[in-house]
């Protein structure tokens, strides 16, 4: 038997358990190859709580998730912005291809407020929501991951890199800088559930400005 | 014709509710004539029962604690379910001192597919209210009334069947005084069968014309001519509480009974609303208004209470509430099809709006953003928060921008790596100062692309924006 046609036989049965090829993850491309490439089912896993760290503002933390929140937008689907550290640029985004009116963005000090808002909004027809806290609590994070479950969306959490030294019920635990040069991100895949862990570096196109 | 009659049998108990337990009943009349009119199970089980006067009451329960009725509060309930009514028929009558509504069902069964399901929709919204209900169906009103009193009787569909059925039931549950059915029972009279068979100008020399023309339309002899009950073109209703009520949790019963008939109300005359007002009440005629505005057309009550709940939770209630006020009166066209709620394809939308209406609800209006372009080359202007005077103006052709914006410049004084030739952007006449702009896009020691302009005038430099 060829290794062809063993291969074959192993995928054309459900029954077949293929080791490290964990049970199917609905996912949605990250719209980055090698960043898909280490996530399970090939994307931002649906139904997650994704934890971003960046080291500081202004290093792709956004163009991270921004493909991924077109195809959404796309797809006629919402996504929210709660408590973003700045104005989300409304040119910025259109000219990224987002559509703004899929576009909600939450604006309110309270980070329990935002945190509330985000439940909501992964509960009950957001297909993604970006939540910037800085809450530390297990429980509030349990919280998200249960809500985005429920509701079958991303929950994406922007947080401090200090918050990634405690442990966390998220499925995908990144840490974003950019390279020195400028030219790329550096992520650090700290924890992915069911993919693969580790380095590595993303191309950005500078900006035309 | 074909009736629905439901009757409040604890209407006076359940309006009454306060919070202690322990046996309690509502009274009529006053002095020795002060009788039990309702009360609550731990009352009935201690021996308490309707028309006993109030003092063997004590006699029996010295724990019992009496409250007098409020006509008028009964009157505004049972008014409002005539109103609530209004969804299952256009055809409703209310006789408020009976307690009890009919509904005239023959005409509007076929929306309803079967009486069962239509009787089902009925009971169980009553009860939704907080309301104890018995119902009785029946070709004329008084015979459905009579149904309400005898739970085991099957509903009567045919005027041929009417006689049969109710041949052997008691004279207890007629419509007819005591008094008048003690010396009935005197005669030997029991069942409504012997009660028939009396002639009509023999019980009118000894009772009045009442009661052989009550026994006509009893039967469909006699055509039952009632005023209808219409449904008010402003909707108002009131709840008063017996003591003030200070806490949110309070309030959220009765304000969710509210809710619930002006749900029915408002389906009955196929109309929805954005504005709501409801107005509590306080001592010395001061007051709370809490105003909802839903971003579209609503009549559902579990989503309009879930708004109010909110808006409660977030105010502080200054003094005791003494009533709940509800007022409605400019009602629009609602975006859902009646009857059809599980499969519009706007029902998603419906959702999401409720969504929106929750949010703005708990965190206000203006953190609930929708963004917008505005055709502007000034980068502060060149956005929007959209609302109903602000609508999306620009277009996506813009210039390469970050999509982290400063709004308030940012004054910095460590200047990062600037990369490549400045884009030159006239601020003057917008500030009233002669002010021009060169923008750089530059990198910092981290890697971090920021925007940065520098001000031609006093040539200081600021961050506005960060390519995130």
Redesign the interface.
Known sequence: MTVESLQALLHSSPHVWRGRETARVDARSSGYAALDARLPGGGWPIGALIEIASKTDGCGELRLTLPALKSWCQDGKSVAFIRPPHVPYAPALARNGMTLSSLLWVATDSDKDGRWAAEQLLRDGAAAVLLWSTAQEDRALRRLQLAAETGKACAFLYRSPAALKQSSPAAVRVAVSATHNGSGMSLDLMKVRGGHPGKLVLPLTRPAA | MLWVCVHLPHLAMELRQPQQPGPLAVTDGTGARRHIIACNPTAREAGIALGMDAPSSMMREPELQMFDRSKSDERRATLALASWAHQFTSDVCVEVSRWMVWMEVGSSLRYFNSLRSLYTQIKTGIEQLGYTVSAGIAPTMEAAALLTRHPDVLPIINQSELRRAINSLPLAGLDISAKAVDQLHTTGLQTIQDLLGVPADALARRFGQDLPHYLQRLLGERADVRRRHRAPAIYRRRFDFMEGVESTDGLLFPLRRILQEFAGYLRGRDLAVQHLAVTLQHRDNRETVLQLATSAPQRNAAHLFALLREKLERIAIPDPVLAILLNAGEFVEPSIIQGDFFDDPRQ?ND??SA??D??RA??GA????????SDDHRPEN????LSDDKR?T?T?D??????????EPKQINDLPQL??AP?RIEAGWWTGQDTRRD???A??N??????LFRDVGTNRWYLQ????
């Open positions: 998603e959702n999401w969504l929106l929750k949010l708990r965190l203006e953190a609930i953003r929708q963004l917008g372009l060149a956005w929007c928060v999306d620009g996506a813009t210039p390469d921008r970050p999509l982290w914006f400063l709004n990369l490549g884009e923008y750089y896009l990198r910092t981290e890697g971090a692309h920021w925007w924006g960060l390519w995130a």
